[in-house]
Nanobody, 125 residues
Framework: QVQLAESGGGSVQAGGSLRLSCAAS????????MAWFRQAPGKGLEGVAT???????IYVDSVKGRFTISHDNAKNTLYLQMGSLKPEDSAMYYC???????????????????WGQGTQVTVSL
């Protein structure tokens, strides 16, 4: 039984920063992948970043150098630190996870059976 819950979204001006959190329960530590996806209005889900159970991290090119994904094992919480935000970053951000690792933000959504409800991020000019 895995449950994910995102928080930390909000409205910021371009160039600002925001930190998203995803509280996880029921996720094993041996092998897993945790990921951030986002969905802008009228568009499909887009992978943002992933981190696995040994700390391997992958970012999509559009957020490299601006976003940082991390996982606090003690708190069982996933984070996405977002900086230098752009209007095109505006989206509903979702936390996702699987129980086997080997993850990539470029993989389709069915590779992640566990999802949170999402948290809204709006970046204005």
């Amino acid at each position: 039984q895995v449950q994910l819950a995102e928080s930390g979204g909000g409205s910021v001006q371009a160039g600002g920063s925001l930190r998203l959190s995803c509280a996880a329960s029921g996720l094993t530590y041996s092998s897993y992948c945790m990921a951030w996806f986002r969905q802008a209005p009228g568009k499909g889900l887009e992978g943002v970043a992933t981190i696995d159970s040994i700390g391997s991290i992958i970012y999509v090119d559009s957020v490299k150098g601006r976003f940082t994904i991390s996982h606090d094992n003690a708190k069982n919480t996933l984070y996405l630190q977002m900086g230098s935000l752009k209007p095109e970053d505006s989206a509903m951000y979702y936390c996702a996870a699987n129980g086997w690792g080997g993850c990539s933000p470029n993989q389709p959504v069915y590779r992640y059976p566990f999802w949170g409800q999402g948290t809204q991020v709006t970046v204005s000019l």
